[in-house]
Each structure stands twice: as structure tokens, then as C-alpha cells.
């Protein structure tokens, strides 16, 4: 496990800022679990379209370390923290936030196997 998490850093740090446009075009956003419509949702929305037209791409953050509980509220501390951030800057941070998600859905493959069926073997990232 250890060798396998260290290539995919090592991978995560040698994207080229064409590799990292494209991998941060293929996350998608979702949204963290909750019990329905909240004001919260709706601001979390109003932020994810300002940090699009800020930066082009979703935001993307890793809640591994965090209760599922807490996902909403750190994602709308994150994204309200990075969109002051300048945009080489944020890069760099969402090529992290890319290498933890990356190093999670490997550490859930190899712990639970791969999904069959209809479902898929990643897991969606909060973005």
C-alpha cells in the first residue's frame, strides 16, 4: 500500500499545468449529504459559481479527515477562504486537494475492492 500511495504522489506532483486543467475538468460537483434544501446549500451554490467564474474549474477539497457531519460546513469555510486566494495560488492548492483525494480513493479500493454493478469504483469528491 505504501509503494502504491507514494506513485500516485509522485504522479500528483509531476502534473503539468495542461495535466492539472484536465484533472481538475473531469471532478464534478458534489454536493455534501444533507437532510434536503438549506440556506446553507444555497450559499454553498452561490460560492461554487464564484469560484468557477474566478477560476475556471470546481473547487475541489478533500473531507477524508473530517465527520460527514461537519462536510458542509468545511466545504463552505474552504471555498469562502480559497476565493480570496490568486489564482496561481489556488492552483496549487487544488492540485492538492487532488493528490488527498486521489491517495483516499485508492486507500477505499483497496480496502473495500471495486464497486460492481451499476455503481462506480470512485468516490465522488466534494468539489
Avoid: W
Avoid at 463552505?76 to 486537494?97: C, D, F
Amino acid at each position: 500500500m505504501g509503494a502504491l500511495m507514494a506513485a500516485s504522489d509522485e504522479a500528483a506532483y509531476d502534473l503539468s499545468p495542461d495535466e492539472l486543467t484536465e484533472a481538475l475538468s473531469r471532478e464534478s460537483l458534489a454536493l455534501p449529504p444533507g437532510a434536503g434544501y438549506s440556506a446553507a446549500h444555497t450559499a454553498l451554490s452561490a460560492a461554487h459559481v464564484a469560484y468557477e467564474n474566478k477560476f475556471g474549474h470546481v473547487f475541489v477539497i478533500c473531507l477524508d479527515d473530517f465527520p460527514q457531519g461537519e462536510a458542509l460546513d468545511q466545504v463552505l469555510a474552504g471555498i469562502r477562504a480559497r476565493l480570496s486566494n490568486e489564482p496561481e495560488e489556488e492552483r496549487v492548492l487544488a492540485a492538492e486537494e487532488l493528490r488527498r483525494l486521489a491517495r483516499g480513493r485508492i486507500a477505499r479500493l483497496v480496502r473495500e475492492g471495486p464497486r460492481t454493478g451499476r455503481g462506480t469504483a470512485s468516490a465522488a469528491p466534494v468539489s
